[in-house]
């Protein structure tokens, strides 16, 4: 990786140590590595600057790669920022061989992430009919397209509630999601709006903690009504936004499905969302 204060070679020969450069793609922004923060030995985020011309819906995501190859790898991160940030927020796993994140959890301040121009997802708020309460529910890192959700204003003009549900192995992973509500009271452009109508509920799937089990368990339990004290999921009150692994994502859409919930696109909005593109 390009570190900003690497050594310049001498007549082109490479300094030891230093990861080759490559020309940056055409059509591709080459952005710099604001900060990176490591969660668990698993779980990282990182912020980078934001390319002028970049516009996207809260919800959606880039492809992103690193400049360490001559084809680099891309793959697709939903953006955690909301869409009026000055920068590009990002919530990765990490992946011991995997071809991208192998590489992207050694980033550092100063570094290039390439971002290609297209953001695109199902996982917006245009996607879904007007209604009283939002549900976003999640697992692992598939809770970065509700972080930015969460911060846009519009959801607050579209929906009296809003529930996140965030599921992990254990409770470790469950930080970011935790500061993430936390810090929304305190934020200078949705603050006042969020105030006591933002819900975060979690439950661990390997660490015993005081709330266990996959958050289909728990709804179909009835257990997750009990503990928020709400009314059960109904279409005509309603409307999901799921992201998480392959696993969850069939068992929540089956469920929505199961209670007359209807996918829903940009080109026919409907009742809930699902985000295809996501693996994580």
């Not at 992973?173 to 006591?196: C, F, H, N, R, S």
């Not at 009504?225 to 709400?230: F, K, S, V």
Request: charged fraction near 25%.
């Amino acid at each position: 990786m390009q570190h900003s204060s690497a050594i310049e070679a001498v007549a082109g020969e490479a300094v030891a140590g230093e990861t080759p450069r490559f020309p940056i793609p055409a059509n591709v922004h080459a952005e710099t590595v604001v900060s990176v923060r490591h969660y668990t030995d698993r779980l990282f985020s990182f912020r980078i600057t934001r390319p002028q011309s970049l516009r996207f819906r809260s919800g959606e995501f880039v492809m992103i790669g690193l400049p360490n190859a001559e084809k680099p790898v891309y793959r697709a991160y939903s953006v955690a920022s909301p869409n009026w940030d000055d920068e590009l927020e990002f919530f990765s796993i990490k992946v011991p061989d995997g071809p991208l994140t192998s590489h992207l959890q050694k980033i550092a301040p100063g570094d290039t992430v390439l971002v290609r121009p297209k953001p695109t997802g199902t996982l917006v708020l245009d996607a879904l009919t007007p209604a009283r309460r939002l549900f976003m529910i999640s697992t692992g890192t598939g809770i970065a397209p509700f972080a930015s959700v969460l911060r846009d204003p519009d959801t607050y003009e579209k929906f009296e509630r809003v529930v996140l549900t965030h599921t992990c192995r254990d409770s470790a992973e469950l930080l970011y999601g935790q500061e993430l509500v936390a810090a929304l009271k305190d934020d200078p452009l949705i603050g006042e709006m969020t105030e006591g109508r933002v819900t975060l509920y979690n439950s661990t799937t390997r660490e015993q903690t005081e709330r266990m089990g996959r958050i289909t368990a728990l709804i179909g339990s009835g257990r997750f009504y009990a503990d928020l004290g709400i009314e059960k999921l109904d279409p005509e009150t309603d409307r999901i936004m799921i992201c998480g692994s392959m696993h969850m994502l069939k068992d929540v859409k089956e469920l929505a499905e199961s209670l007359g919930f209807e996918e829903g696109s940009l080109a026919n909005p409907a009742s809930y969302v699902v985000e295809r593109a996501f693996v994580g």
